[in-house]
């Protein structure tokens, strides 16, 4: 089976694939008896399987033409995956300690091959839902942020270098404009994709609507965001991003990572923690106020 051109990829065309690529065959021994393959893409863009085998594993990641929550109604490039690829690389090389390793790139099948983070580890999301305390996580992210960000800036590269590796990251304006329309623009309007608990919170919805001296400040920081190309950043550092055991921290899928303001992962992760703080009323419960979790949340701040 050929694949000179793109396709989305099942399990059994996964399985060939694997074939012709020794890149990854060679992970798993090139042994295909009780290989298992497990589809587990719960995001919003992409298929990711996990493939197991007796000798090794490893995680494959194919992006889709479009956005994968939605459909083919909203299109979406292909080369997000290049920039993926290239920062998983780039970043992977800064902080080895918390990026997985890239095992194999097809620009063409718009596929990345990684290390399987293997269980325990889980989502963050999913660990502070549960309550679970991560007493490594501050010093980690910490670790990841300083290390990437200050290293791919100025304060560390050449004006050369550093404007060659902007340009080239320009090329991620598709993912770019997607932040923009979302994190920076349809909060604050009438929008086709905005949710909120209706009737409940139809007046919070209005008042931030009407808010012209907040749509102003983040008019602002909008203005950051696309002019300020400080640094290669993650570009959607939130908790689902970034995957955990209480003695290890790996960040996954900087597919929107572009050249950027350097506090933007920082203030992603920082109010991501935020949010869950104030989250943990609703998953307190009988014996367990979350009294303690919570400043456990609020000492991660602080240290990160």
């Known amino acids: 089976m050929a694949f000179s051109e793109f396709r989305p990829l099942d ?79 780039q970043h992977g090389g800064l902080c080895p300690e918390h990026v997985p390793e890239v095992y194999h790139f097809d620009r063409t099948m718009s596929l990345i091959g990684m290390r399987y983070l293997e269980p325990p580890h889980i989502i963050l999301r999913k660990g502070l839902i549960a309550g679970i305390e991560y007493p490594l996580l501050a010093e980690h992210m910490s670790e990841y942020m300083a290390k990437t960000i ?96 209480p003695d290890s921290t790996q960040v996954i899928d900087p597919e929107f990572a572009f050249y950027g303001p350097m506090g933007f992962d920082i203030g992603a992760f920082i109010g991501n923690l935020i949010l869950a703080f104030f989250a943990q009323d609703g998953h307190a419960g009988q014996g367990n106020d979350r009294k303690s979790y919570k400043e456990w949340i609020l000492k991660t701040i602080e240290d990160t």
């Open 150 to 245: 200050f290293c791919t800036s100025l304060l560390y590269r050449s004006t050369t270098e550093h404007k060659r590796a902007v340009v080239e990251f320009c090329g991620n304006v598709e993912l770019c404009r997607l932040t923009e329309q979302v994190v920076f623009s349809d909060p604050y309007k009438v929008s086709e994709y905005n949710h909120w608990t209706s009737p409940y919170l139809d007046r919070d919805a209005e008042t931030i609507r009407e808010d012209y001296l907040l749509k102003i400040e983040v008019a602002e920081l909008k203005s950051k965001f696309c002019e300020r190309a400080q640094a290669l950043i993650h570009g959607y550092l939130h908790t689902s991003s970034v995957m955990v055991t």
């Open 11 to 89: 399990e059994n065309s996964l399985i060939e694939y694997i074939k012709a690529t020794p890149s990854l065959s060679s992970k798993i021994g090139h042994n295909y008896d009780g290989l298992k393959i497990k589809e587990v893409g719960d995001g919003n863009l992409n298929f990711v399987y996990i493939i197991v085998g007796p000798s090794g594993s490893f995680v494959i990641k194919q992006a889709l033409p479009y956005m994968r929550c939605i459909g083919e109604s909203w299109p979406m490039t292909k080369e997000r995956a290049y920039f993926e690829a290239v920062a998983l690389k």
